[in-house]
């Protein structure tokens, strides 16, 4: 088993937005990537390989976590072939065999030119599949390849997967037999990959001047994201819009590639178009959003942003607390999934063969969560502000068995049930409510990775 270097996560992380270690080359990168898929293969790693990945760990810097009790790495290996991977091993040699039959019987599959070839060549038979050592494991990934080669399938459209899965669980179904497999299977294709250790890296822009409370805010925030998510986390208190645009720059670098996810906080005063910085002002969208959705790294993975900022000038207090209630989440239909495209029969009709899944506009895989309406105040006191405090909550109990969506709707319905008073000159004081809310354009469910339980247990 290789032994990894030891190092000091916080140093590692500050480096890696400082100019001191340069980029990985494509050379080192391979050398990371290799090391892991001999391990993952149990595969006795060549010592010359084995030395130069110490190297370049120690040299670089380069962040990642373990499994709880294990060495092995789970970081330097894309996580949409980690999730292949599970997919493949859940199916059995019969079912496999099955799904070629469907490719092959498929009147929408022999439609596409792209897959004539593939679908030319002879089908090995199911006691082939199933007698020889490997070879179930050989059909799968072929197909898989297949489609990649032809840019039908990547990390975030994997529909043409999802069609022959789906059309294997009506077989087994009428067949009478269990279909968990294939069911959990899918649920995976319907979400994000998330696979990783650390599954992403989390950034904290926090103002603290002039805002009572904020540290407790960051506090809670890096807590859960450190010890219960275990994303990196790193934090940059009062920075300038100099030092948010160098660190934007520094995430270009390779070795941020293999993150899964991103995670953006700011935690400021602001108004509907800007927010407050050391010595200034940034552009919520132009000087923060936007940058951070053209990192090549982060096509086609999601981009998470919370912003608590007010969108006006006062602060209002909070005045007194509903019992936190808990509202079931709601079911989400699924539309049954084609072969050309995830749609009904005339939108495939119309648009299916102008699709392209190679391209993406980079706004896509974006989340934006706002602490407040436009030009309205969110609520801050000594204890922290009713957003984060709440959003940390909700997150902690749910953000690993529902979609972010569905945790926001939580926090919305929870942040409107508090009483909030304000004292308004000449008119006392002034009841009012808080309404935060996102704006999202995910193409895939996003679940934060389950949490250990003893984790679970961050004290607010």
């Excluded at 899965?165 to 990959?193: F, G, S, T, W």
């Excluded at 909550?393 to 569905?406: A, F, T, V």
Aim: some cysteine.
């Amino acid at each position: 088993m290789l032994e990894i270097p030891n190092g000091n996560d916080l140093s590692t992380l500050e480096s890696n937005f400082s100019d001191e270690v340069d980029q990985l080359s494509s050379n080192e990168e391979d050398v990371l990537e290799f090391t892991e898929i001999f391990e993952r293969l149990k595969y006795e790693i060549p010592k010359e390989i084995r030395d130069r990945f110490n190297q370049i760990v120690t040299s670089k810097k380069i962040p990642f976590r373990k499994a709880e009790g294990s060495k092995k790495k789970t970081f330097f290996v894309y996580a949409e072939n980690k999730i292949l991977m599970k997919v493949c091993n859940s199916l059995s040699a019969l079912e496999v065999y099955q799904m070629y039959m469907i490719l092959s019987e498929s009147k929408a599959v022999e439609e596409d030119d792209a897959m004539k070839d593939f679908l030319s060549q002879p089908c090995v038979s199911p006691e082939a599949l199933e007698n020889v050592k490997g070879l179930k494991d050989v059909a799968f990934y072929y197909f898989i390849l297949t489609l990649m080669r032809k840019k039908m399938i990547n990390r975030l459209y994997t529909h043409k997967l999802y069609f022959l899965l789906e059309k294997l669980k009506h077989i087994l179904v009428k067949d009478k037999k269990k279909c968990i497999h294939v069911d959990r299977a899918l649920q995976m294709l319907n979400r994000y990959p998330i696979a990783s250790h650390p599954p992403g890296l989390c950034l904290i822009f926090h103002m603290n001047e002039n805002r009572i409370g904020a540290s407790k805010d960051m506090n809670r925030v890096r807590e859960l994201f450190e010890k219960v998510f275990m994303y990196d986390v790193f934090v940059k208190v009062d920075p300038t819009a100099e030092q948010i645009k160098s660190i934007i720059s520094k995430l270009k670098a390779a070795r941020n590639k293999f993150y899964d996810s991103l995670v953006v906080w700011f935690m400021g005063h602001g108004s509907k178009t800007y927010l407050n910085v050391k010595e200034g002002q940034i552009h919520r969208r132009l000087d923060l959003i936007e940058p951070f959705t053209e990192i090549e790294w982060f096509f086609k993975k999601p981009k998470l942003f919370f912003i608590q900022a007010c969108a006006v000038k006062d602060n209002r207090k909070r005045f007194s607390s509903s019992s936190g209630q808990d509202l079931k989440s709601r079911s989400t239909q699924m539309d049954s999934v084609g072969w050309k495209a995830p749609a009904g029969i005339r939108w495939q009709e119309k648009y299916a063969d102008y699709t392209d899944v190679s391209n993406i506009n980079c706004f896509a895989d974006t989340l934006i969560s706002y602490a407040t309406m436009w030009y309205q105040p969110a609520a801050r006191d000594a204890e922290g502000s009713l957003y984060v405090d709440t959003l940390v909550d909700q997150l902690r109990d749910h953000g690993s068995y529902e979609s972010i969506e569905n945790v926001l709707r939580r926090v919305h319905y929870n942040v409107n049930t508090v009483s909030l008073l304000h004292k308004e000159p000449g008119e006392g004081e002034v009841q009012w409510k808080q309404a935060p809310y996102f704006e999202s354009s995910l193409q895939k469910e996003f679940v934060f990775p389950p949490c250990k339980s003893q984790a679970c247990e961050v004290q607010n």
